[in-house]
């Protein structure tokens, strides 16, 4: 699959593909040397939901590459990591307060009904349903929304008989504890806008499990697969030092024809779908 961005996540500077093919030293034409290799890929991952951006190197000296990695469904707490500053909706009810002329109106998000996709390892598009507290029946809505980093922006729709077709706006900022705050704009046609504050409580929006990594060593087969291997890193108590082992084929015709596949030695390496991105590039 052919991958728009050239890009090296690396952890001093990025760097372009064609910088480094640029900085490769240059060598007689007569002289027998195997060509610099280069597989990369940006991919979300399915069953638990994934998404790993990475770039592995042959050729280019003590420079193999970089992993950078989420899990969207572990907690990065789980895993022994203070904070990744990557967050989640939590897969349960969500209270969800909005106020408006001082007065408080609680809401309730409801977790479970959510279906996340993950559009890059940072980035969450998530979508579900809720309603409010006091009149269920009468007012519950559809969410929409993105989590990018540690900023939410979401849409919610009443439908029912309570006020249907009013939005709200919202544009919040998650804390560290997963807490969530910001301000809405409510919106009806033929009223005013309305300006609202809601607020939702620590761990409504937890960490989850995300890291940098270098590849350590890296091997191609053939001119559409390659392995590589890289450590967790000291960040992740729980894990680090973790040896981890991935496989990858480009399949020519779109992600959907690439595979994944990754372990942990001495395990047999383990597929996993992939369900969106770019895919899978090997050169």
Same mark, same amino acid.
């Given at each position: 699959?052919?991958?728009? /961005?050239?890009?090296?996540?690396?952890?001093?500077?990025?760097?372009?593909?064609?910088?480094?093919?640029?900085?490769?030293?240059?060598?007689?034409?007569?002289?027998?040397?195997?060509?610099?290799?280069?597989?990369? @890929?940006?991919?979300? $991952?399915?069953?638990?939901?994934?998404?790993?951006? &990475? $770039? %592995?190197?042959?050729?280019?000296?003590?420079?193999?590459?970089?992993? +950078?990695?989420?899990?969207?469904?572990?907690?990065? #707490?789980?895993?022994?990591?203070?904070?990744?500053?990557?967050?989640?909706?939590?897969?349960?009810? =969500? %209270?969800?307060? &909005?106020?408006?002329? *001082?007065?408080?109106?609680?809401?309730?998000?409801?977790?479970?009904?959510?279906?996340?996709?993950?559009?890059?390892?940072?980035? $969450?598009?998530?979508?579900?349903?809720?309603?409010?507290?006091? +009149?269920?029946?009468?007012?519950?809505?559809?969410?929409?929304?993105?989590?990018?980093? #540690?900023?939410?922006?979401?849409? =919610?729709?009443?439908? *029912? !008989?309570?006020?249907?077709?009013?939005?709200?706006?919202?544009?919040?900022?998650?804390?560290?504890?997963?807490?969530? #705050?910001?301000? %809405?704009?409510?919106?009806?046609?033929?009223?005013? +806008?309305?300006?609202?504050?809601?607020?939702?409580?620590?761990?409504?929006?937890?960490?989850?499990?995300?890291?940098? %990594?270098?590849?350590? #060593?890296? /091997?191609?087969?053939?001119?559409?697969?390659?392995? &590589?291997? &890289?450590?967790?890193?000291?960040?992740?108590?729980? $894990?680090?030092? !973790?040896?981890?082992?991935?496989?990858?084929? +480009?399949?020519?015709?779109?992600? /959907?024809?690439?595979?994944?596949?990754? @372990?942990?030695?001495?395990?047999?390496?383990?597929?996993?779908?992939? =369900?969106?991105?770019?895919?899978?590039?090997? /050169?």
């Amino acid at each position: 699959m052919k991958f728009s /961005r050239k890009m090296i996540y690396a952890a001093a500077a990025p760097l372009t593909l064609g910088g480094l093919l640029a900085t490769t030293v240059a060598t007689p034409a007569s002289a027998a040397v195997r060509p610099p290799r280069v597989a990369y @890929g940006s991919m979300e $991952l399915g069953s638990p939901l994934q998404y790993e951006t &990475f $770039l %592995a190197l042959q050729g280019f000296g003590w420079h193999h590459g970089v992993v +950078d990695y989420t899990n969207w469904q572990a907690l990065a #707490s789980t895993y022994g990591e203070a904070n990744s500053g990557v967050y989640a909706p939590e897969a349960a009810p =969500i %209270a969800l307060t &909005f106020t408006f002329g *001082g007065s408080p109106y609680a809401h309730t998000l409801n977790g479970a009904s959510l279906q996340l996709t993950a559009l890059s390892n940072t980035h $969450l598009k998530f979508t579900g349903s809720g309603s409010y507290n006091a +009149d269920p029946a009468g007012y519950p809505w559809t969410i929409s929304g993105h989590v990018h980093g #540690s900023k939410l922006t979401a849409t =919610i729709v009443y439908g *029912g !008989t309570g006020n249907p077709g009013y939005k709200l706006l919202m544009t919040g900022t998650i804390a560290a504890d997963g807490s969530v #705050s910001g301000t %809405a704009a409510g919106l009806q046609a033929g009223q005013p +806008d309305q300006a609202l504050t809601f607020a939702m409580p620590a761990g409504s929006f937890p960490a989850v499990l995300h890291y940098v %990594a270098p590849i350590q #060593s890296d /091997r191609f087969h053939g001119r559409h697969g390659a392995t &590589f291997t &890289f450590t967790i890193p000291s960040k992740v108590a729980g $894990l680090a030092g !973790t040896k981890v082992v991935v496989k990858v084929h +480009d399949g020519g015709w779109g992600a /959907r024809h690439d595979t994944y596949a990754e @372990g942990v030695p001495p395990a047999p390496l383990a597929p996993y779908t992939i =369900i969106g991105g770019p895919g899978v590039t090997v /050169r």
